[in-house]
Nanobody
Framework: QVQLVESGGRLVQTGGSLRLSCAASGGTFSRLTMGWFRQAPGKEREFVAA?????????????HLPDSVKGRFTISRDSANMMVYLQMNSLKPEDTAVYYCAAGLDYGDASLPSTYDDWGQGTQVTVSS
């Protein structure tokens, strides 16, 4: 089991930037698929970004982001420190949500919550108009 703790959420104005952090402990971090999801009040949990080990000789990672955030959000990881980051730029009011970090060993569809085994408690991001 992997323990995940998110941080970095706060109130920000439209057009601003935030970097969310996710600290992981336990598990074989380098092989985990790490994802970010968000959930706004009254809405389903929505995929935001994922980064997973590509399985290559050089331990390369591939990233996956939906069109709704592509070009504005970037996901990255620091395997040595077991951290995952979500850099969010050009924020919009519709980005307001609780953001969750997730981890899993399943190599299924990274955009599905069912791919992930462990979840953090979430961090609130509020974008004011």
């Amino acid at each position: 089991q992997v323990q995940l703790v998110e941080s970095g959420g706060r109130l920000v104005q439209t057009g601003g930037s935030l970097r969310l952090s996710c600290a992981a402990s336990g598990g074989t971090f380098s092989r985990l698929t790490m994802g970010w999801f968000r959930q706004a009040p009254g809405k389903e949990r929505e995929f935001v970004a994922a980064i997973r080990w590509s399985g290559g000789r050089w331990s390369e990672y591939s990233t996956h982001l939906p069109d709704s955030v592509k070009g504005r959000f970037t996901i990255s990881r620091d395997s040595a420190n077991m951290m995952v980051y979500l850099q969010m730029n050009s924020l919009k009011p519709e980005d307001t949500a609780v953001y969750y970090c997730a981890a899993g060993l399943d190599y299924g569809d990274a955009s599905l919550p069912s791919t992930y085994d462990d979840w953090g408690q979430g961090t609130q991001v509020t974008v004011s108009s």
